[in-house]
């Protein structure tokens, strides 16, 4: 079984300042890694996800991650936020084989502050 | 493209009322198909997921059950809410077959039990 831990419930940050979400995994055997945003009243939104290969992803909206697989983690970073990235951030893992059944992280808020 | 609908958006309930939200998903076929519940402040809690028509895997026991009477939609539903039903429900798509696809969410339905 497969369970995620997001280290920071909530993150003020000022605005254009850079922002780490932490996410950090266990299982015991390799899975694939997805970072989701939810804006207010709103489903999630796939921002980035790790299948293989390089260990640093980028996606939308100028996030990227980097997977770290002896530290099994898996870090969501920003180099300047910006007002419109106030949400809530989930990190979230899959074993690679059977459907895919996430399994989520407690989620971030991220507060971006004038 | 494809798109995933979910109704209704909010719902307030009395409890001991039947329920049933509903989501179809378009511009796919043989979609996978999920249920998950998101508690204020907490992450998201997968209840059942499908990978096809009449398929049903329920993740925990509860007072819920799904249906998925057609290819691309995906039914959840109960005889009789309780007040621990509350919460923010969110269904999603994946494509089939693929476990390294990222899941698709749909806004949720903001369900509230009086």
């Known amino acids: 079984a497969q369970s995620v831990t997001q280290l920071d419930s909530q993150v003020p940050v000022f605005e254009e300042a850079p922002v780490e979400l932490r996410c950090n995994y266990s299982?015991?055997?390799?899975?694939?890694l997805f970072w989701y945003v939810q804006y207010p009243n709103q489903g999630l939104q796939l921002l980035l996800k790790y299948l293989s290969g390089s260990t640093l992803v980028k996606g939308i909206n100028g996030f990227e991650a980097e997977f770290n697989k002896s530290q099994t983690s898996f870090h969501l970073r920003k180099p300047s936020v910006h007002i419109s990235d106030t949400a809530e951030y989930f990190c979230a893992v899959s074993a690679p084989k059977g459907a895919q059944k996430l399994v989520f992280g407690q989620g971030t808020r991220l507060t971006i502050n004038p | 493209s494809q798109t995933i609908h979910q109704w209704p958006a909010t719902l307030v309930q009395p409890v001991g009322s039947p329920l049933s939200l509903e989501c179809t998903v378009e511009?796919?076929?043989?979609?996978?198909l999920y249920w998950y519940r998101q508690a204020a402040g907490r992450g998201l809690q997968l209840l059942f997921y499908s990978v096809g028509i009449g398929q049903i895997s329920s993740e925990v026991p509860q007072n819920l059950s799904a249906s998925r009477p057609q290819d691309r939609q995906f039914i959840l539903s109960s005889k009789k809410l309780l007040l621990s039903d509350s919460g923010f429900y969110l269904c999603?798509?994946?494509?089939?077959?693929?476990?390294?696809?990222?899941?698709?969410f749909g806004d949720g339905t903001r369900l509230s039990i009086l």
């Open positions: 999603a798509w994946s494509s089939g077959g693929l476990s390294n696809q990222p899941q698709h």
């Open positions: 511009g796919t076929s043989n979609p996978n």
């Open positions: 299982s015991s055997v390799s899975v694939y």
